[in-house]
């Protein structure tokens, strides 16, 4: 549900500025946002968390008229920033990868820059963005110390974003130490981790066959 939820606030917001740094941004601009973008991805994910706390959890709470903001929603947000430089970075390339002929004959035929943007240039790049996208998922997936600190830790199934909740990497980390050896919860653990490494190597395995495939295709 949290991953859902960041990749429904990184995708528009990721595209949208892959498009705006390949197409639209002079070429200063597209300097200075660049490294932004890749510093932006070596932020350690504790730090991430702590800002989750301290300042999206009050403004969540504040928003919604609710005691405290560390839910779903708090750790969607977090994994959504996360998830941002790979969607971005990666989509931006496939974007630029698309023959500078596609752009020169839609715009010869009478269309304007958003409608080649949109009806030309993205159609075109799908495959890289789609890639970038599961890969962003991926990555959010297997993230753990960001959830454990901003979703409040609560071992119950809801489908309110902004509810407490305690997802699988978060489960793992607090439960694994002081779990006794040799139990039923001791192994549940174990399934929980097979799981999400079924998950995540299942996305990114799909991510590797349609940037295959890509490239192929600008070949």
């Known amino acids: 549900m949290v991953t859902i939820g960041a990749l429904v606030i990184a995708v528009p917001l990721g595209v949208a500025c892959a498009a705006f740094i390949s197409q639209v941004a002079s070429p200063r601009i597209r300097e200075i946002l660049k490294p932004t973008v890749e ?18 959890n009050p403004l969540i709470a504040k928003l919604f008229g609710i005691s405290n903001g560390l839910n779903a929603l708090n750790g969607s947000i977090l994994l959504a920033i996360m998830s941002l430089p790979t ?9 630029r990868a698309v023959p500078n002929s596609y752009k020169e004959a839609s715009l010869a035929l009478g269309g304007n820059d958003w409608q080649t943007l949109i009806r030309v240039l993205v159609p075109s790049a799908l495959s890289g963005i789609i890639a970038s996208i599961m890969l962003g998922m991926g990555r959010a997936i297997g993230e753990t110390m960001t959830v454990l600190m901003a979703t409040g830790n609560a071992p119950a199934l809801t489908f309110n974003f902004l509810n407490a909740i305690q997802t699988m990497t978060a489960t793992i980390a607090i439960e694994l130490g002081e779990v006794p050896y040799n139990t039923t919860h001791y ?8 799981v999400l490494f079924v998950m995540t190597f299942v996305v990114n395995l799909v991510s590797d066959i349609i940037l295959q495939k890509y490239q192929q295709v600008e070949r």
Do not use: C, K, M, T
């Open 187 to 194: 192994y549940a653990l174990f399934v929980i981790g097979l």
């Open 87 to 95: 969607i971005i970075s990666l989509s931006e390339d496939a974007l």
């Open 39 to 56: 510093i932006l991805a070596g932020i350690p994910s504790v730090v991430v968390g702590f800002l989750g706390i301290i300042l999206v």
